[in-house]
């Protein structure tokens, strides 16, 4: 993997528990709005601390564009609440990207997967990528659902290439799941289960 994928991806990993919108025992959920400034943070973190520049609803409307100081486009980004296999497919936030690809390096999505729902999400990215060249980076908060409440499980990341996708790192989703951390609730273990 190119080494400023792999800086991206770890970056984003890592600072997604920075600022995180919900706390444990004080604000357990949070709105959609919420989600979306706080992934918005996220990319801007890891492009400051890439040495790039972060600039939000440009270059053909995507979510994001990061640059390099040359103003080329490194990467276009699109995230988005509803899952990938509801989305309707001519504005899907997938296809945006696949039209725009040729525009940047790399492609980034970033979205949901309900785990019912999971191998659907995958099997949707893996037919909106299939006849794209460039390679697209998939952030997947999984999660399940109470009522209309989401309870978030894993923050998955994989790589696709031509509609191939290989996970490549996964990890809790909420801070307080990580093991042996700092935000670590005594009472929880890595996998989220009570003590």
């Not at 025992?25 to 992934?39: L, N, P, Q, S």
């Not at 640059?67 to 490194?74: G, M, P, Q, Y």
Request: hydrophobic share 40%.
């Amino acid at each position: 993997m190119p080494t400023r994928i792999n800086d991206f991806t770890t970056l984003f990993n890592a600072l997604w528990y920075r600022d995180f919108p919900v706390a444990l025992g004080h604000v357990e959920v949070a709105k959609r709005a919420d989600w979306t400034t706080h992934i918005a943070s996220t990319v801007r973190q890891a492009s400051s601390l890439m040495g790039l520049f972060s600039c939000f609803e440009s270059g053909g409307r995507t979510d994001a564009e990061i640059k390099l100081s040359n103003n080329e486009v490194w990467a276009k980004l699109e995230w988005e609440w509803d899952e990938p296999r509801v989305q309707k497919i001519q504005d899907s936030e997938l296809l945006k990207l696949a039209s725009v690809a040729d525009g940047c390096n790399v492609c980034v999505y970033i979205g949901y997967s309900r785990d019912c729902n999971h191998e659907a999400n995958l099997e949707q990215i893996r037919s909106a990528w299939a006849g794209v060249d460039k390679p697209l980076i998939v952030l997947l908060v999984t999660f399940e659902c109470e009522g209309a409440w989401r309870f978030f499980d894993k923050l998955q990341t994989y790589s696709c290439t031509q509609g191939v996708l290989t996970l490549i790192r996964e990890q809790p989703a909420l801070p307080w799941c990580v093991s042996n951390s700092r935000w670590a609730a005594p009472h929880i273990d890595a996998d989220g289960a009570g003590a």
